[in-house]
Nanobody, 120 residues
Framework: QVQLVESGGGLVQPGGSLRLSCAASGTIFTYYYMAWYRQAPGKQRESVAG???????NYADSVKGRFTISRDNAKNMVYLQMNSLKPEDTAVYYC??????????????WGQGTQVTVSS
């Protein structure tokens, strides 16, 4: 069974930095796409950044230039470097993985989330 375990969240002051990590395990199949989502209180979960197995990335407009997603395919890890953090970045951050097990067959997996709070 696939497990995604996030770490690295915490409390940081505005303008500060955090690095989130997500460790994936439990399958021999390909983590085709991995991403970070976030959900703030009273809001819907939204995509923050994603990265395909080949390295192509995408970012929400609100984090472009401040956040960087990366992955280590050998270790099945995905990271989110967050710089110049703002109070509006406060949310629970979730790791997501799209696992391909065959042509046309994919499964979605989610981590349990890690809290990021940006406050002075």
């Amino acid at each position: 069974q696939v497990q995604l375990v996030e770490s690295g969240g915490g409390l940081v002051q505005p303008g500060g930095s955090l690095r989130l990590s997500c460790a994936a395990s439990g399958t021999i199949f390909t983590y085709y796409y991995m991403a970070w989502y976030r959900q703030a209180p009273g809001k819907q979960r939204e995509s923050v950044a994603g990265i395909f197995i080949g390295g192509t990335t995408n970012y929400a407009d609100s984090v472009k230039g401040r956040f960087t997603i990366s992955r280590d395919n050998a270790k099945n890890m995905v990271y989110l470097q967050m710089n110049s953090l703002k109070p509006e970045d406060t949310a629970v951050y979730y790791c997501y993985a799209d696992v391909r097990v065959g042509p046309g067959t994919k499964y979605d997996y989610w981590g349990q989330g890690t809290q990021v709070t940006v406050s002075s």
